[in-house]
């Protein structure tokens, strides 16, 4: 069974970081890209970021985030991280990982972890 | 490229059909289009991706047919386990929305 287990959200001020992780079983993890996705409160989903699996290390990011968050993996720890810097308020979510069916990133985004919430209030 | 679902809600019986809407604003490329389940406190959950395959482990009353720039997504004999919240998606290349969302209550 895949599992998907994210970690590492909180409350934090305007303006400050954040790393969030996602560590997976179940599967190669290597051979998949992966993403992370957000879902602001009573809201709907946002893509933020996707990485290549399969050896690759092409980033991926939306407009919102691009120049403040980084993604990144370390395939020996089956993890994905993200590391988000200068929050405001409109960071806040609950951000999910989810599993590419692909190696290459697609976006056919089939398991998925069961969040972990990001809050940026002062 | 803008997903719009409709309707925003859909109230059903169990055992009635539901057929739920996507329109891009521009055509998808290849048909990559998917649709996700989310109930709530969960992970959302995929349903059907490019337009018309059947995830792993979904039934074959859950349907999805559509090109271009307009999908629809069946849901065959209602269950008590599908009244749900249904996103579509688009995806491949540059382009990874979602739409807004349909709500499926019982009515």
């Known amino acids: 069974e895949v599992q998907l287990l994210e970690s590492g959200g909180g409350l934090v001020q305007p303006g400050e970081a954040l790393r969030l992780s996602c560590v997976v079983s179940g599967l190669t993890f290597s051979r998949y890209a992966m993403s992370w996705v957000r879902q602001a409160p009573g809201k709907g989903l946002e893509w933020v970021s996707a990485?290549?699996?399969?050896?690759?290390?092409?980033?991926y990011y939306a407009d919102s985030v691009k120049g403040r968050f980084s993604i990144s993996r370390d395939n020996s720890k089956n993890a994905l991280y993200l590391q988000m810097n200068s929050l405001s308020a409109e960071d806040t979510a609950i951000y999910f990982c989810?599993?590419?069916?692909?190696?290459?990133?697609?976006?056919?985004?089939?398991?998925w972890g069961q969040g972990t919430l990001v809050t940026v209030s002062s | 490229s803008v997903l719009t679902q409709s309707p925003g809600t859909l109230s059903l019986s169990p055992g009635e059909t539901a057929t739920l809407s996507c329109r891009a604003s521009q055509s998808i490329r290849s048909n990559y289009l998917a649709w996700y389940q989310q109930k709530p406190g969960q992970a959302p959950r995929l349903l059907i991706y490019a337009a018309s395959i059947r995830a792993t482990g979904i039934p074959d009353r859950v349907s999805g047919t559509g090109s271009g720039t307009d999908f629809t997504l069946t849901i065959s004999r209602l269950e008590p386990e599908d009244f749900a919240m249904y996103f579509c998606q688009q995806y491949g290349g540059s382009r990874n929305t979602f739409g807004q969302g349909t709500k499926l209550e019982i009515k």
């Open positions: 989810a599993k590419d069916r692909s190696s290459l990133w697609f976006g056919e985004l089939d398991s």
């Open positions: 990485i290549d699996g399969g050896g690759g290390v092409t980033t």
